[in-house]
């Protein structure tokens, strides 16, 4: 997975493209394959997005425009706001995806803060970079303000980030005035003291917040009477020319642009007369207000002079024109050379590159963060598409599974029961489930159920399971959709919302039966927390499993998080770490862990060990210095169902986890139980996990 990093300011006007550029420079160091993505762009009609345009034309990368950014801004705004921001962040995450694969290393850069969207757009960047599992850059501006007023909306922005739990990598602030720059760098020190964090602080330039010409007609909506030749001139301030010609000259000063009615061909003249003086300073242009144009005497005269400066004309009054002036946005353009060299000598100058530069070398995706897990499991189950047998066709639950299932096109649906009965229903609940897009199969007229009986019957004989026991076999639910999956008429099952466990799992023990290499069927829980995506083992099935069994399921589960993209660490819980505790229990998980080390050796797991020395980074330092396991477990192993089972659904139900499973491992062929307290996305996960896992069985 490439590395990535989501640049962010705490407002509008930051300056975040000289970091973009500088960051970018480092990045090429190290990698010709880097990528620019934004979730958001705001429009501007036909005009491209600046920062990507600067990017993809400065360091000539080979990606797509159209494939570099997912909404526009007022377009997202639309959709969060009709309810539909879990499939905007599933688009952005889509196109991230796309992106990512094509690079060693992606800048994913936040929206451009709007005036009308402010607070949305908080929290929409920290919800992306969160998802994304990117760490975060912060850029903030000291343009024009004390200390406080610059870094109260920094902070603010800072602090929203760690809430949502991001972890924040860089703090800048932008377009600082000289006396400032101390101050404010020792403030962010002091606020921030964790010295892997980068912290830094830019002062203004002005070549960098001066707009050319080229970008003042554009915001102003100009009229480009004169000098097209040099709308890159940068105006460094404005003088207002409202007076007698022989009071501006002395107010003219370096590279100003002079704004002044249109009819004042006086002032005209004699400005461009001081441009050409070596007496005044050279100017940057005009901008004539009002609407107003040389008339046919004076055009004609402006036209012979050669090398004139750009002269602009708006409809605006003069005073107008001034306050629409002081709202022009001044960018970093991919065809400014001159602006793009000012920004990264400023940025090797104010930002220490050797540590970024090694900051940024060190990110690697930080495990799997629950929306990427979700769309990789989606997409991975459409590559290849199944067929799901749900025996709990009419309970309200798997209904409306069905329903979102069969929406998402994700896999082909076949429920238990009779249809005239689910299309009631699913009509009585308003449950808008179109059957033509599944199968409904009834036991008691299905013409296989016969051979179902006769399959029983020879496989089971041996415990004394004659033809009518079948019979009586197959009106159960359970057994009926397991020999679906058995025979080929369903590529995997899931159910366990109505049914216990037990019920729902045995007939798949006694007719499925486990794969050559396993002699024990166990289970994994994919709990999607906050931050990541772990693996819990053994939670439903294994009461109480003695070593030999214990390592079966850690090396089963460690499979089975490889197999869904997550990179098994393997925690084999205890009430001891090391030899901090003693008892048989103690020494079971000991043992177990062994056997795995001699079955297993390249696979990183170490127990016993506790639940805070597996997942807490200082905990385990201190418990367990050295673990390759401690504090970055991925994979925890329970030593029996009762602390399994217990713990899934503490931490399910006190923190708002989602826990897809119990996904059975180490059967012949997929069948999956669900908690009967399980919800409606709960069913839908599990049947997406299963058609995954069908994928492996021909
Ligand atoms: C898994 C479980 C249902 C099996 O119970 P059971 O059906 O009474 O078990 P039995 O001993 O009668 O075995 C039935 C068959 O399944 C097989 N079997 C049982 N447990 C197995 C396992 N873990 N792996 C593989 N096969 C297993 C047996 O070998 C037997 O096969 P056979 O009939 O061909 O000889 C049982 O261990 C159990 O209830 N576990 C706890 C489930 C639970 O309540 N979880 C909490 C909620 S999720
Ligand atoms: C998995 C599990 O605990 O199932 P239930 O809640 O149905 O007992």
């Known amino acids: 997975m490439a590395g990535s990093i989501y640049l962010t300011t705490s407002e509008s006007g930051c300056g975040k493209s000289l970091?973009?550029?500088?960051?970018?420079?480092?990045?090429?160091?190290?990698?010709?394959?880097?990528?620019?993505?934004?979730?958001?762009?705001?429009?501007?009609?036909?005009?491209?997005?600046?920062?990507i345009e600067l990017i993809l034309k400065h360091f000539n990368l080979q990606l797509n425009y159209e494939d570099t950014y997912a909404f526009y801004l007022d377009e997202g705004l639309r959709l969060i706001q009709e309810g539909k921001k879990d499939w905007v962040i599933e688009k952005v995450i889509e196109k991230f995806k796309a992106i990512e694969e094509k690079c060693d290393f992606v800048i994913c850069e936040g929206s451009d803060f709007s005036v009308d969207s402010v607070s949305f757009e908080f929290d929409i960047n920290a919800t992306?970079?969160?998802?994304?599992?990117?760490?975060?850059?912060?850029?903030?501006?000291?343009?024009?303000?004390?200390?406080?007023?610059?870094?109260?909306?920094?902070?603010?922005?800072y602090d929203s980030f760690i809430n949502k739990g991001c972890r924040v990598m860089g703090v800048i602030i932008n377009k600082v005035s000289d006396q400032n720059l101390q101050p404010l760098l020792d403030t962010l020190n002091n606020r921030i003291p964790d010295e892997s964090?980068?912290?830094?602080?830019?002062?203004?330039?002005?070549?960098?917040?001066?707009?050319?010409?080229?970008?003042?007609?554009e915001q102003l909506n100009a009229e480009v009477l004169?000098?097209?030749?040099?709308?890159?001139?940068?105006?460094?301030?404005i003088t207002t020319a409202a007076m007698q010609v022989q009071n501006v000259l002395p107010r003219l000063?370096?590279?100003?642009?002079?704004?002044?009615?249109?009819?004042?061909?006086?002032?005209?003249l004699g400005v461009l007369q001081a441009h050409a003086s070596v007496n005044y300073p050279p100017l940057a242009g005009i901008l004539l207000s009002t609407g107003f144009k040389p008339d046919h005497a004076i055009d004609n005269l402006l036209r012979g002079i050669s090398q004139i400066i750009p002269i602009l004309s708006v409809k605006t009054n003069t005073y107008e024109t001034v306050s629409n002036y002081n709202k022009i946005h001044s960018y970093i353009t991919h065809d400014n050379a001159l602006k793009i060299k000012t920004s990264m000598s400023i940025f090797e100058k104010y930002i220490d590159t050797d540590k970024l530069e090694k900051e940024l070398s060190d990110i690697r995706s930080e495990g799997l963060t629950p929306k990427m897990f979700e769309y990789q499991l989606?997409?991975?189950?459409?590559?290849?598409?199944?067929?799901?047998?749900?025996?709990?066709?009419?309970?309200?639950?798997?209904?409306?599974?069905?329903?979102?299932?069969?929406?998402?096109?994700?896999?082909?649906?076949?429920?238990?029961?009779?249809?005239?009965?689910?299309?009631?229903?699913?009509?009585?609940?308003?449950?808008?489930?179109?059957?033509?897009?599944?199968?409904?199969?009834?036991?008691?007229?299905?013409?296989k159920t016969p051979q179902y009986i006769n399959k029983i019957v020879e496989l089971r004989q041996h415990k004394g399971v004659n033809h009518d026991m079948a019979k009586d076999l197959i009106n159960d639910v359970s057994y009926f959709a397991t020999m679906m999956v058995l025979e080929g008429d369903a590529d995997g099952m899931v159910s366990g919302a109505v049914h216990t466990t037990q019920h729902t799992i045995r007939p798949a023990l006694q007719l499925i039966k486990t794969k050559p290499e396993y002699n024990v069927v166990s289970s994994v829980f994919f709990m999607s927390l906050a931050d990541r995506v772990l693996v819990y083992g053994d939670c439903a099935v294994n009461p109480n499993p003695n070593a030999e069994?214990?390592?079966?399921?850690?090396?089963?589960?460690?499979?089975?998080?490889?197999?869904?993209?997550?990179?098994?660490?393997?925690?084999?819980?205890?009430?001891?770490?090391?030899?901090?505790?003693?008892?048989?229990?103690?020494?079971?998980?000991r043992k177990a862990t062994e056997i795995v080390k001699s079955k297993v050796p390249d696979l990183a797991i170490d127990g016993p060990i506790q639940y805070d020395a597996a997942v807490d980074t200082s905990v385990g330092a201190k418990k367990l210095p050295g673990s390759p396991v401690a504090g970055k477990a991925t994979v925890l192993i329970f030593p029996d169902l009762n602390t399994g089972n217990n713990t899934y659904k503490a931490v399910q139900r006190e923190t708002g986890a989602i826990a897809i499973g119990p996904v059975l491992q180490g059967l012949n062929k997929p069948v999956n139980d669900l908690s009967r307290g399980c919800k409606v996305d709960d069913i839908v996960n599990t049947v997406i996990i299963t058609a995954i896992q069908s994928q492996d069985y021909k």
């Open 253 to 268: 000063v370096e590279n100003s642009l002079v704004i002044t009615p249109g009819d004042r061909a006086d002032v005209i």
């Open 549 to 589: 069994e214990l390592a079966e399921i850690a090396i089963a589960s460690a499979e089975t998080s490889r197999n869904f993209g997550i990179e098994p660490k393997v925690a084999m819980l205890s009430y001891s770490s090391g030899d901090s505790g003693k008892g048989e229990e103690v020494e079971k998980v």
């Open 378 to 447: 989606t997409q991975k189950a459409k590559s290849q598409r199944k067929r799901i047998v749900l025996p709990e066709g009419d309970d309200p639950r798997v209904l409306k599974a069905a329903a979102i299932l069969s929406e998402r096109d994700i896999v082909d649906l076949i429920l238990v029961g009779d249809e005239d009965e689910l299309r009631q229903k699913a009509n009585k609940l308003s449950i808008s489930l179109d059957f033509n897009k599944v199968l409904v199969t009834n036991p008691k007229i299905n013409s």
């Open 19 to 51: 970091v973009l550029l500088g960051i970018s420079e480092i990045l090429l160091r190290k990698t010709n394959k880097i990528g620019i993505f934004r979730p958001f762009i705001s429009r501007r009609g036909e005009i491209r997005d600046k920062n």
């Open 226 to 237: 004169y000098g097209e030749e040099r709308l890159e001139n940068q105006a460094y301030n």
């Open 128 to 157: 992306l970079a969160k998802n994304l599992g990117c760490p975060v850059m912060v850029v903030g501006k000291g343009t024009g303000r004390n200390l406080e007023e610059t870094l109260n909306p920094l902070f603010l922005a």
């Open 197 to 217: 964090i980068i912290k830094a602080v830019i002062p203004n330039n002005r070549i960098l917040e001066s707009p050319t010409l080229r970008e003042i007609a």
